[in-house]
């Protein structure tokens, strides 16, 4: 049954990207209920592979099985009774209490997919969306999240995915249930208080009425780029006497020492995204001269923030959970003949980030003995 499940899973997804492929190859329109159609049983199919993951002793996602085996056994390890990531320890207890930790993935590809279509579901709604835009969108989700991140990290990539909802749909209308529930996501993952302050950031930028005077926004820009990813930072954190702040400042201080765990190809692809889509960001500054929106500002930051090792890493989930206004008004303004190779381009650059995703999960994990896991691995391992 396993192995009926699995080879369905790995079915649908190829399924799922041939209809993309040729909805944009003869540029096929769909509606908002049809592109969230396809999304769900894309996600529904990469949850399913996910659940049959077994990860390498290298993977966070090996170090999260031990945890919850423990739990599952009564003899859970004191950093971990200890952390103050209580909603991690919520969700990996719940897991602890089935029979499978194959359900840890699994349910953190579901949480993405109904933060990100959520997002995109809303957005189409309010506003007149291209087909091959939304899709652009979706892959720009899963290109800079990285699906091999979003199964083997997991924590990373759902605070983010989590936050950046939060903030979508409640900071303008209901504030406290916007700090309420990035209170929640910051105790399943430390680095979404860079979320916060970038976001706290804009806003008062927003009040300091800087959005006529360009190079004020510039400034603004850089500063924070480079001021985030230093270790002044995390040195001011171990100056609290609170674990939560005792706990990122080692993971501030962690990740300004970390090299990064982007291979090279792998790296230059990323670095090459955020340099388009900074570079489509600063387009719509430059060209609107006016104050900028949320998803702008931090398209903007992408290009300095790239020199930051793993902080870096962390930091492009969030570009490509933000990218979508961008994308959209960036196509809007275009003459049709830059709209083809700037849509071409985007595609081209997520497509090869995804597959190298891909390529990264055959490489390093199994498949719980399931025999189409087994031949595919054969073929990217070579």
Known sequence: MDDIIFNLSIFSLFLCLAIIGLILLLSIGLGRKKLLILWFFFIIALSGFAYFAE?????????????????????????????????????????????????????????????????????????????RIIILYFLSCLGCCSVFSLISGVRNVIAFALWYWTYYFFYEKKKIVFYILTLVAA???????????????????????????????????VLIAYVLPSPLIGNILARIP??????????????????????????LFVRLIVLFFTGSAIYLIVRKRGEITFSEFILSIGIPMSFSNIIFERFIILIGLVSLPTLNNTYQIMSKRIRFFYYGATLILLSIRILLSFYSMFVYMRFNGQALGGFLQSIFRG
Request: net charge positive.
């Open 55 to 131: 990860p390498s002793p290298s993977d966070d996602l090996y170090r999260y099985y031990l945890n919850i085996n423990r739990l599952r056994n009564g003899i859970p390890n004191v950093q971990f009774v200890e952390s103050p990531l209580i909603l991690q320890k919520i969700w990996f207890f719940l897991i602890a209490q089935t029979n499978n930790n194959g359900w840890l993935p699994a349910t953190a590809v579901l949480f993405f997919g109904f933060f990100v279509g959520s997002i995109a579901n809303d957005y189409m709604k309010k506003n007149n969306v291209a087909t």
């Open 187 to 221: 105790l399943l993952h430390t680095a979404v208080v860079i979320c916060l302050i970038l976001s706290l950031i804009y806003h008062y930028y927003l009040k300091m009425k800087a959005g006529k005077d360009f190079v004020k926004v510039v400034i603004i820009i």
């Open 242 to 267: 609170n674990s939560y702040a005792n706990l990122m400042s080692q993971k501030w201080n962690y990740y300004f020492q970390y090299e990064g765990i982007m291979g090279d190809m792998g790296s």
